[in-house]
């Protein structure tokens, strides 16, 4: 299995590359791509050098264009396209089925993987964007049990990569409006979830406050950790009880299932967080690539090193990871 | 004139409500019925034959039927209804995800997509167009600007694709592998008691400031406010717009249709329209703002 990782900045990709990743992925400095956060992603020149890098070294180099153009930033979402095959990036990492269909008619010999925003759940959705736009790999969305995946796993027309690690998104993706309803932008329009311009952090009587265009998402109390106002992760009042009502803030973390994963046929294990820093994904990409090897050296089978779950939960939202939707429980 | 839709229904009712409610709609002057279960794969009060006894039913008082495809498809099992839907020819089918594409396309039925189907652009709108598609819902998220530029470089491409708009009722903003009504009564979702019965609109999700946000139903989260763009529909006229759609909900649903039908008519009413289910209006979305938000004229 492929373990892919995420790069943020010129500094992220080397150390990704450095530390086992077989390949890394990117993105633009603008909306072109699911993680727009100010001070991150690549110009054209930063990227040229990420991917020279990264090929001396034996590594892959995907573009991320996944979020979907409206009519007047058409132009710019095509240019972007041009601009990763000009690059000469290994794939393009796309959602939107207009740049999907311009991509493989304009770059038919650059492999297309479907973005997770794509919001692709079974086979058949998958052989859609298969037929339509001959993609080579997909990215499933974190919605699905393990007992699903391996439902799509076997009829899948293209490989698979799923999520390992990071921050968990519990709403199919490519399908949550969550975050313009309460701002003016959301990973479909904009790249950006709960966004940080929208954030408002205050010190009040009640404790320190945490606000998204003014809506309170979470207050907390002496001695309890703050984290960032995704808005999913707040606590909320229903019917009177105060708590997290959609989810808490923790980490997705697979390790434990990656023997599973290689049975199913999984091409690629996928870390989250282009918004992270170099010294996360040092840590991140070093803790898998030992795992990886460790599974398919295959001596005596597969065993989870409690110092592998240390470093993964000292780098995890609240220190807490979960299987997340692959664990049936977990619903 | 405008034509008007009632959506799908998005809460879980029984099956008497929900029989109730179509023998009323059939009486409305509403020009096309959604009908189907589009949100979670547990609600089985109807089953898709008892949905198609429906259909018929409906076509024969004059309404334009179509079967809407449930939005988050996650099992074989999921896929065995959607292959009910997709594989008759006597209804249009509306797809709301790329499953429902893939097997309407494969079967040659024709389809229009709902406003969970990520349409962003003309260039997947002719995508679309060329496997059989007859008409398509804006995004949710997208607003009059976008959809007046699509409608223009349509008609350049001189592609007759009617325009829906959701109009009315509380916005379907996410869908989860996880059930937060289970979660909020504690229950495994496998094993959720159908406890969304006990809530035909849902459960209101606040802040601790008692700010409506969200309404929790089943796996899918809708907009603490209710969208209502009845002031924008000689708005939505000019531009070319199809089709305003109507989301049903248990009470009062006849005096919204009929509101709405006198507006498409001329007559916009002075007052501002029924509150039916407490809860704040917003409008955001039409004009670029945060959904939330309400923009008075």
Known sequence: ?331 | MLKLSLGPILWFWSRQTVFDFYANAAEWPVDTIYLGEVVCSRRRELKPDDWLDLARDLKACGKNVVLSTLTLIESEADLRRLRRFCEQNEFLVEANDQSALQVAIRNKIPFVTGPSMNIYNTATLKILAKQGLQGWNLPVELGKETLEQLIIELQQEGLDLPAEVFSWGFLPLAWSSRCFTARHYNLPKDNCEFRCLQHPDGMELRSRESQELFRINGISTLSGSRYDLMRELPDMERMGVNTVRLSPEHLGMEEVVRRFDKVRRGELPATDPLQLVEAPPCNGYWYGKPGMDLIKP
């Open chain 1, 1 to 331: 299995m492929e373990l892919v990782c995420p790069a943020g900045s010129l500094p992220a990709l080397k150390t990704a590359v450095d530390n086992g990743a077989n390949a890394v992925y990117f993105g633009f400095k603008d909306s072109t791509n699911a993680r727009q956060f100010a001070g991150l992603n690549f110009n054209d020149k930063r990227a040229a050098e990420g991917i020279e890098y990264a090929h001396l070294r034996g590594a892959r180099v995907f573009c991320a264009i996944n979020t979907y153009p409206q009519p007047d930033g058409w132009e710019q979402w095509k240019g972007a396209v041009d601009r990763a095959a000009s690059l000469g990036v290994d794939a393009i990492i796309l959602a939107d089925m207009g740049l999907l269909d311009y991509a493989a008619n304009r770059y038919p010999n650059i492999p297309r993987h479907l973005s997770v925003q794509g919001s692709a759940t079974s086979h058949e959705a998958l052989s859609f964007y298969k037929d339509n736009f001959d993609i080579r790999r997909a990215v499933l969305p974190r919605v699905l049990s393990l007992d699903q995946v391996r439902g799509v796993a076997k009829h899948s027309p293209v490989e698979l990569e799923v999520f390992a690690f990071g921050s968990l998104c519990i709403m199919a993706e490519g399908r949550c409006y969550l975050s313009s309803y309460l701002t003016d932008e959301s990973p479909n329009t904009r790249g950006a979830c709960s966004p940080a311009k929208a954030v408002r952090w205050q010190e009040t009587s009640q404790g320190l406050e945490s606000r998204l265009n003014d809506v309170l998402i979470d207050r907390y109390g002496q001695g309890e950790s703050a984290g960032y106002p995704t808005l999913c992760k707040g606590r909320f009042e229903v019917e009177g009880h105060v708590y997290h009502a959609i989810e808490e803030p923790v980490s997705l973390n697979t390790l434990d299932l990656l023997p599973e994963l290689q049975a199913l046929g999984i091409s690629a294990v996928k870390i989250e967080g282009r918004q992270r820093s170099p010294a996360y994904i040092a840590d991140v990409a070093r803790t898998w690539r030992n795992a990886l090897d460790n599974l398919e050296a295959g001596t005596d089978g597969f065993t989870v090193e409690p110092q592998w779950q240390q470093t993964l939960a000292g780098l995890s939202e609240g220190g807490l990871t979960t299987l997340g939707a692959y664990h049936r429980k977990w619903k």
